[in-house]
């Protein structure tokens, strides 16, 4: 059989600065003069070493099968999202090519297009309208669609009123319902109650049995063992194993693999200039730096700086921030009052500081650094310098827990006591 | 296992059956074939291929998203607005009171002999839509960046949904036309069945340069901060408020440049049942249709790295 999906030499290339992003005219202008020469430079270079050019995906190449679903796993920055995007053909390819054999549907984000004024029932159309859908095929799918979603009764509200739950079931819905070959999903099971995320697994299910290929990327390494026989795992915008899920994600956990690069940054730029040089910063767990962090188990953050001259009073902090951008936690070195946190020698030091297991939910943090004087000034900030993803090492009932409502899922110490019975602890 | 992988070995893989300067897409949004049964692949995505075309086999192919788009555009802004639909009247209504007051009265503008406020009206509202297409569409392309990056489809259909929304205001505020026709007595003549093709050109320039705006704005944000001022020349570089027969002679041609005064003077023409000036009807026509092609053009090599920049 033919494959549905065929990647060959599949790169994405993208230059970081200012002639990526938005650029104003003045820039444009202040380009041409230096244009000349910058493709002079690129072209002896062969397009590869500058250090403004980053390669998200290269030499990619596989084949899927129709009717497979493949899994996609690896870090973040490992390439999945910008393969997904090539082959949804949101952004080109740099180098090499991709045949599909048949139509793609792509779901790489809830709820795309949704709009909080119009009620529940024209976004279902607009957004099926932008997933694909045509007009008749939503009108006769109107009803399965809501049904799935059960949100029946607020159907002429406007979604603004609605709780993010009902949103995202509501946007999921729609999303199910495309009848594409090839159905590519991006991280969208990370929201919405456990209940939905199971009839959604056994809505993608269904599909594939219909025969539709899915391509299926997420965090949730438990749901991408239950959807997807085959799994890729990518590492630095090349795949570095494919074949069973079990294995792929087996091997991606074990961390004596060195699938991730030690988080560690060699300059900084806010703090380049500053009284404190910050030279790295890290997310340790089990001796080794790591980006992906188990749940179960207490990990460290260390920070390793230079005091160019004596800071007194100087403090180290950490805020550590969820992907949506809630502040989870922050945390000071100045908690520790030490005679070395009060004196702030020059030299070069390290400060760690141990976050235990048992705590975090599941999902991506972010981390910002900074150092200041209490009362007096900000020495530096680095935004979001520390990135790392945590994740559930076991799929028992404890991993329910991520599900709840709430920033953490710390795991508490409960008591179940017959009433007027006395407190006993060996039962 | 129905899954293989190949480190660089492209060899093994059949060489493709497309010219590798196929274009990257052969076919969009049709309910496919059965893909056991089709030999060439549906879509090809090639990093070689540039945009090639006008694109309108797939515009078509995505003619409802553009409905509903522009049902989206019209519906949130009636539904966020206090005055809704109220909005397409006030704005060219003003103008004209505004107008009529300073050229009307205080400088006694010529009209070709129609009182100045139904004159002026009847400029200000195709210009008004124009106007405001233009903005809409200009600043669209910005305004969708979650769509953009998340979704594929023609990126055209967003500015162009922003012009189709901008028609229903057009045809609201035509409704206060009615009456003031009435009450200046104005008899239509059957030039007024020209009306259409106006509108229809006003709104393929409005598309033509607003694409074209659009796309600038998505690499250089300068262009939100042009626009209005742009409008606002573009408004007294054209005879809206004015007639073109108050340009002096030798003059005219320069104003037959601008494809708006071969139109807005039309419009009026229609209305009023004046002598249509068919050389700037046609040279209007002729830059409306160029603006609108070259405009596609450009949009269609630049449109596969929106998702990149934007």
Redesign the interface.
């Known amino acids: 059989?033919?494959p549905?999906i065929?990647v060959?030499?599949l790169?994405k290339l993208?230059r970081i600065g200012a002639q990526?992003?938005?650029?104003?005219?003045r820039d444009?202008l202040a380009g041409v003069v230096g244009a000349p020469f910058k493709r002079l430079r690129s072209s002896s270079s062969g397009g590869g070493g500058r250090a403004d050019e980053i390669w998200a995906l290269r030499?990619v190449?596989?084949?899927?099968?129709?009717?497979?679903r493949?899994g996609i796993i690896g870090r973040n920055g490992a390439g999945k999202s910008t393969l997904l995007?090539?082959?949804?053909?949101?952004?080109?390819?740099?180098?090499?090519?991709?045949?599909?054999?048949?139509?793609?549907g792509?779901l790489?984000?809830v709820g795309?297009?949704f709009?909080s004024?119009?009620t529940g029932r024209?976004n279902v159309?607009?957004n099926g309208?932008?997933?694909?859908m045509?007009?008749d095929e939503i009108a006769r799918k109107f009803d399965e669609i809501v049904a799935f979603a059960e949100t029946e009764q607020f159907l002429d509200t406007?979604v603004k009123r609605y709780s993010s739950g009902m949103t995202v079931r509501l946007a999921f819905a729609v999303a199910a319902h495309l009848e594409?070959?090839i159905l590519i999903i991006d991280e969208v099971l990370a929201v919405g109650d456990i209940a939905f995320q199971k009839k959604c697994l056994g809505k993608m299910n269904d599909i594939a049995r219909e025969g539709r290929t899915v391509l299926f990327v997420s965090h949730d390494l438990s749901a991408v063992n239950a959807l997807c026989?085959?799994s890729?795992l990518m590492h630095d915008g090349s795949?570095v194993m494919?074949?069973a899920t079990r294995d792929v994600s087996a091997h991606y956990l074990d961390r004596s693999n060195k699938l991730y690069s030690p988080v560690t940054w060699a300059k900084f730029s806010d703090s380049q200039n500053a009284e404190i040089e910050l030279n790295a910063a890290s997310v340790v767990q089990g001796g080794a730096a790591t980006s992906a962090v188990d749940c179960r188990a207490p990990f460290e953050i260390r920070l390793e700086y230079q005091n160019r001259q004596a800071v007194r009073g100087a403090r180290f902090f950490i805020i550590i921030r969820n992907a949506k951008g809630d502040v989870i936690f922050s945390t000071s070195d100045y908690d520790a009052l030490t005679g070395e946190a009060a004196e702030r020698r020059a030299g070069r030091f390290t400060s760690v500081v141990s976050v235990p297991g048992d705590l975090l939910r599941t999902g991506s943090y972010y981390g910002t650094v900074g150092a200041d004087i209490k009362n007096e000034r900000i020495i530096f900030v680095e935004n979001d310098i520390l990135h790392f993803d945590v994740f559930e090492s076991g799929d028992d009932t404890l991993a329910e827990r991520h599900k709840r409502p709430g920033l953490i899922a710390p795991v508490l110490a409960w008591e179940i006591q017959a009433a007027g019975a006395k407190p006993s602890s060996d039962t | 296992?129905?899954?293989?992988?190949?480190?660089?070995?492209?060899a093994a893989?059949q060489p493709?059956p497309a010219a590798p300067t196929a274009p990257?897409?052969s076919n969009g949004?049709p309910?496919?074939a059965d893909?056991?049964s089709?030999?060439q692949?549906?879509?090809?995505?090639?990093?070689?291929a540039r945009g090639a075309g006008l694109g309108l086999r797939e515009l078509w192919a995505y003619r409802?998203?553009l409905?509903?788009?522009t049902?989206?555009d019209i519906?949130?802004r009636y539904?966020?607005t206090a005055l809704g639909a109220a909005w397409a009247i006030i704005q060219p209504l003003f103008a004209m009171l505004l107008f009529t007051l300073f050229f009307g009265r205080l400088a006694r503008i010529e009209s070709d002999g129609i009182p100045y406020p139904v004159f002026a009206y009847a400029g200000l509202l195709p210009w008004t839509f124009f106007a405001n297409a233009l903005t809409n569409s200009g600043n669209s392309l910005v305004g969708s960046t979650?769509?953009?990056?998340?979704?594929?489809?023609p990126r055209m259909i967003i500015p162009a949904a922003a012009v189709a929304a901008g028609l229903l205001d057009f045809i609201i505020a035509f409704a206060i036309l009615i009456p003031l026709l009435v009450y200046y007595d104005v008899t239509l003549t059957w030039r007024v069945i020209m009306l259409p093709v106006f509108v229809l050109l006003t709104t393929l320039l409005a598309l033509g340069v607003g694409m074209w705006l659009s796309a600038l704005n998505?690499?250089?944000?300068?262009v939100r901060y042009a626009l209005p001022f742009i409008v606002q020349l573009w408004l007294f570089a054209s005879p809206v408020i004015y007639p073109l027969s108050i340009v002096p002679e030798g003059w005219r041609w320069v104003f037959a440049l601008n494809p708006v005064t071969g139109i807005i003077e039309g419009f009026r023409a229609s209305l009023f049942g004046k002598n249509f000036d068919w050389t700037t009807i046609a040279i209007s026509t002729v830059l409306t249709v160029a603006a609108l092609i070259c405009s596609t053009y450009a949009f269609r090599r630049v449109e596969?790295?929106f998702?990149?920049?934007?």
């Open positions: 059989m033919k549905i065929r060959e030499n790169g993208y990526q992003g938005h650029t104003s005219l444009a030499d190449n596989f084949e899927v099968a129709p009717g497979a493949l995007k090539i082959l949804s053909r949101i952004t080109k390819p740099t180098t090499g090519r991709v045949a599909l054999r048949g139509r793609v792509s790489l984000e795309t297009g709009h004024e119009l024209e159309y607009l309208a932008i997933l694909g045509r007009r406007p594409p070959e026989d085959t890729l795949i494919t074949g | 296992m129905d899954l293989k992988t190949s480190e660089r070995a492209t893989l493709p990257s897409v949004h309910p496919a893909p056991d089709t030999d692949p549906l879509i090809w995505i090639d990093a070689d409802e998203l409905y509903f788009l049902w989206r519906k949130i539904k966020q979650s769509l953009i990056t998340k979704v594929y489809f998505v690499k250089y944000r300068d596969e790295s998702a990149d920049i934007v």
